[in-house]
T-cell receptor
Framework: AAGVIQSPRHLIKEKRETATLKCYPI?????VYWYQQGPGQDPQFLIS???????DKGSIPDRFSAQQFSDYHSELNMSSLELGDSALYFC???????????????FGNGTRLTVT | GENVEQHPSTLSVQEGDSAVIKCTYS??????FPWYKQELGKRPQLIID?????GEKKDQRIAVTLNKTAKHFSLHITETQPEDSAVYFC?????????????FGTGTRLLVSP
């Protein structure tokens, strides 16, 4: 079965540079979530989108922005990168099933961002 | 907001033993509780989940129990195998107009020794 596709798998940037991470959800999934996971940490929710609109916001820095496009893929844009932004960035997707519920979240393989 | 606590942080068992990981949550409105297994450097993989209208769910060697009154849920793995070694995360989801914002526990590193 098709899974969540993230690109790139690895990314190395210098401080103050920008980075763009891409996420392609499972086909027919309409909701996309972004999580940040530091070394030895649990995943922290950043932001989510449903039908191209932001549905929820977590601990996403103002330097970061994201959007969901008409084909449901999403991009996380990160500017003025800092050393502390080095982490694994996971995208997850689900299908909104109405009545206050979603299908389970399935995660992509992540993008490992290293800021030097 | 929701807070999820997970214990223990590390768990070592012998192959064939059972392993139990426990989580508590703070928001009584939470209604969905998934468990994820994560191997080093890989993505979290959903292994089992439970909704608040169910008290127990089982899938082969894995089971999850939920006590809504006490606001805690547990993962039970029986007949553990070395390939069960990984970090396990519990999570709780607060309904927010139907979208899931998962709040994760801090993880349990399970080591199964042959």
């Amino acid at each position: 079965a098709a899974g969540v596709i993230q690109s790139p798998r690895h990314l190395i940037k210098e401080k103050r540079e920008t980075a763009t991470l891409k996420c392609y959800p499972i086909p027919r999934h309409d909701t996309v979530y972004w999580y940040q996971q530091g070394p030895g940490q649990d995943p922290q929710f950043l932001i989510s989108f449903y039908e191209k609109m932001q549905s929820d916001k977590g601990s996403i820095p103002d330097r970061f922005s994201a959007q969901q496009f008409s084909d449901y893929h999403s991009e996380l844009n990160m500017s003025s990168l800092e050393l502390g932004d080095s982490a694994l960035y996971f995208c997850a997707s689900s299908l909104f099933t109405g009545e206050g519920s979603n299908s389970p979240l399935h995660f992509g393989n992540g993008t490992r961002l290293t800021v030097t | 907001g929701e807070n999820v606590e997970q214990h223990p942080s590390t768990l070592s068992v012998q192959e064939g033993d059972s392993a139990v990981i426990k989580c508590t949550y703070s928001d009584s409105a939470s209604n969905y509780f998934p468990w994820y297994k994560q191997e080093l450097g890989k993505r979290p993989q959903l292994i089992i989940d439970i909704r608040s209208n169910v008290g127990e769910k089982k899938d082969q060697r894995i089971a999850v129990t939920l006590n809504k009154t006490a606001k805690h849920f547990s993962l039970h793995i029986t007949e553990t195998q070395p390939e069960d070694s990984a970090v396990y995360f519990c999570a709780a989801s607060i309904p927010n107009t139907g979208f899931q914002k998962l709040v994760f526990g801090t993880g349990t590193r399970l080591l199964v020794s042959p």
